[in-house]
């Protein structure tokens, strides 16, 4: 069956993204709706210029598409340091800090990333935002003393002055979301983070949670595709053209 035709901003993000790949490299690809583009991309030229690749994916949903696509998934452990992960983003801020996770992945992403020399980001210019938040933050956590840890979420963040946020449990249909590590998902619905580093080091200290969606420090180039096909690079820092934030650039 013929695939429909991508979206243009993501296939330009993805293809500049699949030009950093040499032959030989190990890989660490992400998941959602853009990096299934840079997987159909990746193998579309690993098969053309017979490439070899060792890759490692970062969810099911990425390891049946890439070896139905004849891309070769190997675990994380038998591959062990990886040149580069290449995965989309639910937000992106000048610092090229992260939102992640809006596909429930981000155990598996923030563990494949921090297994990677290079972290590389594809988006399209409504994932650009000043600051990050709008876009509801995912948080993994343990199925045991779930409402416990709901309350120990709202604590912290009241404490960090975000109280009264709504934090919901991710449902599909009316059961509960399952991650592919078999927990749960909280989304909190913070509206803005003015202090992502603060919010991520309490969230981590809380025992049932397994890991946030914010991906601080980890990325190191993101590449904007645009909708008329041409890409922006991001290095952290950069100024970010107004075109480019979230809203504005679709
Ligand atoms: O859990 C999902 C991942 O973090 C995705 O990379 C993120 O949600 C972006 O997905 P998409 O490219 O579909 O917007």
Known sequence: MSQPQPDPA?????????????????????????ASVMVRELAARARAEGLSLRCAATS???????ESLGLSIESLDDIGWLDMTIDGADEVDPDLHLVKGGGGAHLREKIVAAASQRMVVIADPGK???????????????????????????????????????????????DPWVTDEGNWILDLHLGAIPDPVALARALSAIPGVVEHGLFLGMCHLAIIGKP??????????????ADMLAGEGD
Request: contains cysteine.
């Open 10 to 34: 993501k296939l330009a993000a993805a293809r500049a993204a699949v030009a950093l790949v040499q032959d030989g490299m190990k890989l660490g690809l992400g998941t959602g709706s853009t």
């Open 60 to 66: 099911k949903a990425t390891c049946e598409l890439a």
């Open 128 to 174: 650009v935002v000043e600051q990050l938040g709008a876009f509801p933050l995912p948080v993994e956590v343990v199925q045991f003393g779930f409402e416990t840890t709901r309350t120990l979420i709202r604590r912290a963040l009241a404490d960090l002055a975000l109280g009264d946020r709504d934090v919901l449990h991710r449902l599909k249909g009316s």
């Open 228 to 241: 008329d096909g041409t890409v922006v690079r991001l290095d952290r820092n950069a100024d970010i053209d």
